[in-house]
């Protein structure tokens, strides 16, 4: 058989076999992208998904901040926007944001256009879409509270735009349908002080520097907030703070953070991860969910103990818990055809290995989807 790159549609863009992606995002682990594709622009995009066999499986990252890439690397295509996607244009009182803008970027744009209410994406290590994808959110704000509208392509090319409200939008979470590449978005600000928006941003970049691992190998916050309580405080009370697993620790700064010391693998992260999970559970009854996106396949010389779901005996599950669907990437393609993949997640609003069907299913979906949020 011939290898995937020479299976693919010719682009206008780069298209890399066997990338090094693990070692691109910010925890610096994990394995390669089959093959790692970077657009040239939203043409060549639409071009490539539209011209793309579908049983190969596609994956699209952004910048790397929140996502694991497991040590057995990512089958398929994996999509990585670029500068072609990254420009940023202030109208009125709105900015259109490409969506390899970064978060930070956006905030200081803003700041300087005097447009206040923004300040909140200069705490947010990511791009803007990934950001759409899981609803980012800091400091007492999120994107559903900024959002006009956002653009996507579908798996077969085809452009949508979306509203606020049809996009769905939640605490961590989308209702936008997980196959869509999100590519720009239209944010709304509000005419303020200069001033008082510059003080905003150095009150937030202060408090990030006093409370989070700025300047370690980590993947931000690690786990969702269950209703009315703080991940961190429960990996606290659970005896997690500074806690190891090979070359991975729990920040000692901020529990709800790993980091990679320097020799971690993903299987020490994951597997760390999942400690964490069932001592909170064995102290306090609460199943943490991953706020963190893991994907990609084990290597099973190095992999982590199963993911904890409650239970203490029984068999072990044949597949990854997969609470996925975050800020730094999602999965478009089908699932790869490994043991322990990541399950379907497409129906729950997020992430990786949603099994998608033929071009015209799909279009009929998210085209439903569109009407529900224009009615």
């Not at 510059?198 to 990030?208: Q, V, W, Y």
């Not at 729990?250 to 529990?255: C, I």
């Not at 609470?323 to 399950?343: F, I, K, M, N, T």
């Not at 997020?350 to 989807?369: D, M, N, R, W």
């Amino acid at each position: 058989m011939k290898p995937l790159i020479a299976q693919l549609p010719p682009v206008r863009g780069r298209l890399t076999a066997d990338a090094a992606i693990g070692k691109q995002t910010w925890f610096g682990v994990g394995g390669p992208a089959e093959v790692l594709f970077r657009p040239a622009d939203l043409a060549d995009l639409a071009a490539f998904l539209a011209a793309l066999p579908p049983p190969i499986p596609v994956t699209v990252i952004g910048v790397g901040s929140n996502l694991l890439v497991r040590d057995g690397g990512i089958p398929g295509v994996v999509i990585r926007l670029g500068r072609g996607f990254a420009a940023i244009e202030v109208e009125h009182d709105q900015i259109r944001a490409g969506a390899a803008a970064l978060d930070r970027i956006v905030a200081f744009a803003a700041a300087d256009a005097g447009l206040g209410g923004l300040e909140f994406l200069s705490g947010i290590p990511g791009s803007i879409g990934g950001s759409l994808r899981m609803n980012a959110g800091a400091y007492g704000r999120e994107m559903k509270d900024v959002l006009v509208s956002a653009i996507a392509l579908d798996r077969c090319g085809q452009t949508h735009t979306l509203d606020s409200r049809a996009m769905g939008l939640s605490y961590r979470h989308s209702d936008a349908d997980p196959s869509w590449v999100f590519v720009e978005a239209r944010l709304r600000g509000a005419p303020g002080d200069h001033a008082a928006i510059g003080r905003r941003l150095n009150e937030i970049r202060a408090a990030r520097e006093a409370t989070q691992p700025v300047r370690a190998r980590t993947g931000g916050s690690t786990f969702k907030n269950p209703p009315g309580d703080s991940a961190w405080r429960l990996i606290d009370a659970a005896g997690g703070r500074g806690l190891v697993r090979g070359g991975a620790m729990v920040s000692r700064l901020h529990t709800n953070f790993l980091i990679n010391t320097g020799t971690a693998t993903a299987a020490d992260l994951e597997g760390l991860g999942e400690e964490v999970r069932r001592r909170v559970h064995d102290i306090s009854g609460v199943l943490l969910e991953w706020e963190i996106e893991r994907i990609g396949l084990s290597d099973h010389a190095k992999s982590p103990s199963p993911p904890f779901r409650g239970e203490r005996e029984g068999p072990t599950p044949k597949a990854w818990e997969g609470e996925v669907g975050r800020a730094a990437g999602w999965s478009l393609g089908l699932p790869p055809p490994h043991p322990d993949p990541l399950p379907p997640q497409g129906r729950r609003g997020g992430g990786s290995g949603l099994e998608i069907s033929a071009c015209p299913s799909a279009f009929s979906e998210v085209k439903t989807i569109q009407s529900e949020g224009a009615a």
